[in-house]
């Protein structure tokens, strides 16, 4: 009996000294795994799985910073724009992403860790990568390259001179899509597989007026020449008429410039200006009349200086009048029906 016993206390000490040294080993070996990458684990698509956090931060940088550190070229026709990493803060939080694996590689108890690492298991995880950037560097760089690309809109305009009306043609503009350029700078600076050239995303800006609208604004167009006494009608900016006419004699020339017809009127009164030339009329209203020389119609376009119509058949085609522009009964009646209020009057 005692011989069992004592042989039963060997077998005792000696399962406490085997099973003391077993968790002695567990204890020692995943001490000695504290700063090593557990298997199967990858940083950014990068392997790091059984290497030591030094290691695993040397491989890494190796693998992701020289290419995000490459330049982003920006492309818009012949013109190029180059975006420096460096200059927009990039940084690629090496250090943290690796704490981050090693931190994952320490999770579950020290035996089930044990067990992982005894039986080769993986833990089979990725880790996104972790990089930061100035949002303000980007935005400022966007507004340089739309501060460059942009080009406003050009509506369709007409040009008008004593003889002749053209057409200045609209122009579409050119817009930079701000928003989705960051959001593109923001998403390539930290994704190592992008390509590093992309096209300036933009959008076309519209004219307000483009030149086949021009002409439905334009129902009717009116140029005066003075020198050669004639009164030209553009319909839809398109010659229709023209007119011979009597202009204002020296010292009361007929006024250059562009014009609207603001006042329509027929069989109008003549309100006499208070002018010398107008003796002593000036300042009375002449009724429609033999003694009113203002036959028929009236087109009023500045300061009291209008078109109408004269009897004096023999002024036109001369510098006859007190500034206004004289038509022969016939066409001043015609005109008046061809011209509706605000129509542009160009005199030259």
């Known amino acids: 009996m005692r011989s069992w016993l004592t042989w039963s206390a060997v077998v005792v000490g000696t399962l406490a000294v085997a099973v003391n040294a077993a968790a002695a080993y567990v204890y020692f070996d995943d001490a000695s795994r504290a700063h090593t990458v557990a298997r199967g684990v990858t940083v950014a698509g990068v392997e790091v799985g059984d290497l030591t956090e030094a290691k695993a931060r040397a491989r890494v940088a190796r693998a992701l910073v020289p290419r995000l550190e490459r330049p982003l070229v920006l492309r818009f026709g ?31 108890s020290l035996l089930e860790r044990f067990a992982r690492d005894v039986r080769g298991r993986s833990v089979d995880v990725a880790l996104p990568l972790r990089a930061a950037y100035s949002t303000a560097a980007i935005q400022r760089f966007v507004r340089d390259v739309a501060r460059k690309v942009d080009r406003p809109a050009r509506s369709a305009e007409v040009v008008a001179n004593a003889v002749a009306v053209r057409v200045r043609p609209s122009r579409e503009g050119i817009a930079v899509r701000r928003d989705a350029l960051a959001a593109e700078l923001r998403r390539r600076l930290v994704d190592p597989r992008a390509a590093r050239t992309l096209a300036v995303p933009t959008r076309v800006v519209r004219p307000d007026v483009s030149t086949a609208q021009l002409p439905r604004r334009y129902p009717a167009f009116i140029t005066v020449s003075r020198g050669t006494f004639s009164l030209r009608l553009f319909r839809r900016l398109k010659l229709v008429r023209t007119y011979r006419i009597a202009v204002g004699q020296a010292g009361l020339e007929t006024p250059a410039g562009l014009y609207k017809i603001d006042d329509k009127q027929v069989n109008p009164s003549w309100h006499v200006p208070k002018s010398p030339w107008a003796g002593e009329l000036a300042g009375r209203v002449i009724p429609p009349g033999p003694q009113d020389p203002i036959k028929a119609r009236w087109m009023g376009f500045y300061n009291g200086a209008g078109i109408h119509g004269t009897d004096n058949i023999g002024s036109l085609g001369s510098a006859a009048s007190h500034g206004c522009i004289r038509m022969s009964i016939p066409d001043v009646e015609e005109l008046y029906e061809l011209v509706p209020y605000g129509t542009p009057i160009y005199i030259g």
Request: hydrophobic fraction near 50%; avoid cysteine; proline fraction near 6%.
């Open 78 to 108: 012949p013109r190029r724009f180059v975006v420096d990493p460096q200059r927009a803060g990039l940084a690629v939080e090496v250090d943290r992403m690796v704490a981050d694996a090693v931190a994952l590689s320490r999770r579950g």
